[in-house]
């Protein structure tokens, strides 16, 4: 197994909470992301306590109700799948808070985290206000959703954002990267892939690589799996038959997303 892949978990947190994901500093080595994903039975509840560290909270499929330090954000989630290619509601908690999720009925909510120091406003992330945007042509489609891009000034360092890709085309193609602090060149953030695939006993593959080949890693990713980027290059195949799902966190010094091509396929961006 490849060391940036994460295979889907199943270990009980709390009555009815399924922890499936969870991408940390002890495991991943990574220094700005952390990345969980929770399965909430119907009446379930999830708290933490924040510290030196802010959240987004995606909700994944389902509906929950937040309560952040006492004040309550009733009725979040829109779909009862993330293959609706509808956005959701998200709600983003600052660091030094409390918060506990209640689900309202069956439910998976991603907990995107990134250092932070600041205490800002707590801010609920309506799906009606995620802009949409369609990039790429050829086999090189997908749809994405902005949850919170560095356009909004919402968080600290965090970063969010899902990405459809539709059977048989390339994602984060042509192969990008943005491992280097050389701003307004490119800049330095991490990044995790959390993946979902429809129908689920499909696969793609994911290459994690950079230009002297000192990282270089392939790996087959299949339903809920995770890949994190700690730096280097990071296209996705999907295969024909199955459709792609993934939801990427990024954070690092910047919040500024600047990534540069692999200039030996930067090519195909030129093409009529």
């Known amino acids: 197994m490849a060391d940036l892949l994460y295979k889907k978990g199943n270990s009980a947190l709390f009555e009815g909470v399924t922890l499936i994901q969870d991408i940390n500093q002890s495991n991943a080595g990574l220094e700005y992301v952390q990345f969980k994903v929770i399965e909430m039975e ?9 510290e030196n560290i802010e959240l987004c909270a995606v909700i994944l499929t389902g509906n929950v109700d937040v309560s952040v330090e006492g004040d309550h954000h009733p009725n979040l989630g ?10 959701t509601d998200s709600i983003y908690i600052p660091s ?6 209640k689900a309202n009925k069956p439910a998976k909510v991603a907990l995107c985290y990134a250092s932070s120091s600041k205490m800002l406003e707590t ?49 984060s ?3 990008h990267k943005h491992d280097q602090d050389n701003l307004p060149k490119e800049s330095m953030l991490e990044e995790t892939y959390y993946h979902e695939i429809d129908p689920q006993q499909g696969f793609v593959f994911q290459r994690v690589y950079t230009d002297d080949r000192s990282l270089d890693e392939t790996m087959a990713v299949e339903h809920q799996d995770c890949v994190s980027v700690p730096r280097g290059y990071h296209p996705v195949g999907v295969p024909d038959g199955y459709d792609l799902y993934y939801l990427n966190v990024m954070a690092g010094p910047k919040r500024k997303w600047k990534f540069h091509n692999d200039k030996d396929h930067e090519w195909i961006l030129e093409r009529d």
Request: proline letters at 6%.
């Open 173 to 175: 193609y042509p192969p």
């Open 78 to 87: 829109t779909r009862e799948s993330v293959f609706e290619k509808k956005p």
């Open 42 to 50: 119907e009446g379930s509840r999830y708290e933490e306590n924040l």
């Open 123 to 171: 801010k609920v992330i309506k799906a009606t206000d995620i802009a949409k945007e369609r990039r790429g042509k050829y086999s090189n489609q997908r749809l994405v959703h902005n949850i919170l891009p560095d356009d909004v000034d919402i968080p600290e360092n965090l970063l969010v954002v899902e990405v459809y890709t539709d059977s048989g085309n390339f994602s």
């Open 96 to 101: 030094i808070k409390h918060f506990n999720i």
